[in-house]
């Protein structure tokens, strides 16, 4: 940020007072502009043990896969959410089931909640953010062309409650490791 949402004066970065970050303050006026992690709320689609993957047909990771999920909006719960999300990305209506995973990405401040989710129907198809959209089963997944590591992460989660035959939130920091590629590592932080 270079200038002030409320008055248009330039910004400086500082900590301010009884504050511990530095954030971007107003000389003028005095806001501070607070920066928060963004918030990714999405579903993963369930028809009779498959899941509905989406091809991505935008950047980041054009051309991979992933499950419906995105930023989101004002005025919306997590769970409204990621209800749009998976009807923007996939055409698809489904109930929500239960949370399922909550990932936290402090490298790039985001959040990830991600809910089990029942497909109401098959009439699902590619939205305007999609490529493709499919169903897969665990063995069919295409795991070395899913977008992100909070998916990969998050499948692989459902996929042993499966076996287990129980399902319980998974909680997580997906930590990215430096050097090239994407490398991450993922510290459980409920077992």
């Known amino acids: 940020m270079k200038y002030c949402t409320a008055c248009a ?6 900590v301010p007072e009884g504050d511990d970050r530095v954030r971007h303050v107003c000389p003028a006026c005095g806001t501070i502009h607070y920066q928060n992690p963004k918030i990714v709320t999405g579903t993963i689609p369930i ?30 719960t997590v769970q409204e959410g990621a209800l749009r999300e998976t009807r ?35 009439d699902f198809s590619p939205g305007r953010e999609s490529l493709e ?7 069919e997944i295409p ?9 990969i992460e998050a499948l692989k989660a459902y996929f042993e409650d499966l076996r287990r035959g129980h399902f319980r939130l998974h909680m997580g920091d997906i930590e990215r490791l430096p050097g090239p590629g994407r490398r991450y590592r993922i510290v459980h932080t409920v077992p």
Not at 9 to 14: K, N, Q, T, V
């Open 88 to 122: 923007e990305e996939a055409n698809a209506r489904v109930r929500i089931d239960a949370l399922h995973a909550v990932y936290n990405l402090p490298h790039i401040s985001q959040v990830y909640l991600l809910f089990r989710a029942t497909l109401l129907d098959l």
């Open 143 to 151: 795991w070395d062309a899913l977008a992100f590591p909070v998916v």
């Open 133 to 139: 959209v499919r169903l897969f089963d665990e063995r």
């Open 9 to 14: 004066a330039p910004l400086e970065r500082r």
């Open 47 to 76: 028809h009779e043990d498959r899941v509905l993957l989406c091809r991505r047909a935008i950047e980041p990771r054009r051309g991979l896969w992933t499950a419906p999920a995105g930023f989101m909006e004002n005025a919306e």
